[in-house]
């Protein structure tokens, strides 16, 4: 099993199985551990130098979250990426950025506005760089200032239900996105309908994002099968 995995610094302040759940939990979202490869305990115990309770533990717990599939008689599997697990979970993603977008244009402050404008600035940096690592930490704190800005905590609430399936799949976005400049230039349309509190703009924009993600999402999972 081929990655990046590797042993588990024991001095970590968080408990031994959070370590473990959260290193096998980031190899998955980052691709290290590939959609259908087998988790194998043992293996991944040795390579974490861990035995082999904790990584069975958080097994468990990534397959509650949707991360991992139980197949009888052939264990524990990374969860695939489907077609159809990209459109359901985008439907309902489209409809949340499109409020939160709305919202925001609405409540936005001065602080959060410039803070927005940083990231989008940031964003432009990174992608000089053709960092992916930095486009993924910026992409992600674009959308969560915007729905820190809506002034909804419910709203986030269930975002943050989605949270990790939608980190994997911005991974198979930014890693295979055709046109990065694009991406950058729907962040400045959307950026910008919020400085001008257009909110019908900004909520129309965010959706035009979410659909072009699906798009490309679908369009590298189609090219990787």
Same mark, same amino acid.
């Given at each position: 099993m081929a990655g990046k995995l590797s042993k588990i610094n024991l001095n970590d302040y968080k408990p031994l199985r959070e370590v473990i759940f959260d290193s096998l939990r980031e190899a998955i979202i980052m691709g290290e551990l590939k959609p259908g490869e087998r988790l194998m305990e043992i293996q991944l115990a040795e390579k974490m130098g861990v035995s082999r309770t904790p990584v069975r533990e958080a097994i468990r717990k990534l397959e509650l979250e949707g991360l991992v599939v139980?197949?009888?008689?052939?264990? *524990?599997h990374v969860a695939e990426l489907s077609v159809k697990d990209i459109k359901d #979970?985008?439907?309902?993603?489209?409809?949340?950025d499109g409020l939160a977008s709305a919202l925001a244009a609405k409540r936005i402050?001065?602080?959060?506005?410039?803070e927005l404008g940083n990231i989008v600035d940031q964003f432009a940096q990174y992608l000089e760089k053709n960092n992916v690592q930095g486009l993924i930490k910026k992409d992600v704190e674009f959308h969560e200032l915007i729905y820190k800005?809506?002034?909804?905590?419910?709203l986030g609430?269930? *975002?943050?239900?989605?949270?990790?399936?939608?980190?994997?799949?911005?991974? #198979?976005y930014l890693k295979d996105y055709s046109s990065p400049k694009e991406l950058m230039r729907e962040h400045n349309e959307i950026y910008h309908a919020i400085e001008s509190g257009d909110e019908k703009l900004a909520e129309e924009l965010a959706l035009i994002h979410i659909r072009h993600q699906e798009k490309a999402m679908i369009s590298s999972l189609k090219t990787e099968e």
């Open positions: 139980m197949i009888p008689r052939k264990g *524990a #979970v985008l439907e309902v993603r489209s409809s949340l402050n001065k602080d959060e506005l410039r800005a809506s002034r909804n905590e419910k609430q269930i *975002a943050t239900n989605l949270k990790e399936q939608i980190h994997r799949f911005r991974v #198979v």
